[in-house]
Structures are given as structure tokens and as C-alpha cells.
């Protein structure tokens, strides 16, 4: 268990690899992007390529009505997803909107 590489587990032989970038990348672009609400730019400019920050800004908004369904939680980082972080979820908003720059 320990020795074997992270997975979702959502179907045999599955990986997170197969459809993340590698965790230091994902792991710099989410700091960057929720905590700091640093846009596309910023983060290309810090030496990140441009469409892993687009793919993975892409992934955080379009699951944004997901966090809106789960119950308040404990706050363990310096911004909480729901009260600090306000992104309208009606009129598919994630679908229509142009990523930050």
C-alpha cells in the first residue's frame, strides 16, 4: 500500500497520474489559484505551463457546486472553499465564464 502510486480507485488500474499532472505541480497551481487567487498569468509567469494551469483552473470551477452540497466543515486553510471563496454556481456561470488572467 504504501509502496504503490496514488489512485482515485474509481476503476481497476486507475491512477491519478492518468488525468492530474504530478502532485508538486497540482499542489503549487491550487496554492497559487484558491489560497492566493492568483490568475492564468500569474502562474504561467512563476514558470508553470499554460495549459496544465487552465486544465486544472477548469477542474476546480466546474466542481464548485459540488463543495456548495456538502455540509459546512472546519476551515483548515488560511481561505475556506465556501464562505471566502464566492462563485455563483446558477445559469451553468463555470461554463460560460473565460478563465482568470
Known amino acids: ?50 495549459d496544465t494551469v487552465m486544465d486544472v483552473i477548469r477542474l476546480v470551477d466546474r466542481a464548485e457546486y459540488k463543495r456548495r452540497q456538502a455540509p459546512p466543515g472546519i476551515r483548515v486553510s488560511t481561505k475556506a472553499f465556501g464562505r471566502d471563496r464566492r462563485l455563483p454556481i446558477t445559469n451553468h456561470f463555470g461554463s460560460m465564464r473565460p478563465l482568470p488572467r
Open 1 to 50: 500500500m504504501i509502496d504503490r502510486p496514488p489512485s482515485a480507485e474509481l476503476r481497476p488500474d486507475q491512477l491519478d497520474a492518468d488525468s492530474l499532472p504530478p502532485y508538486e505541480t497540482l499542489d503549487r497551481i491550487l496554492e497559487a489559484y484558491v489560497e492566493r487567487d492568483e490568475g492564468i498569468d500569474a502562474l504561467v509567469a512563476q514558470g508553470l505551463p499554460e
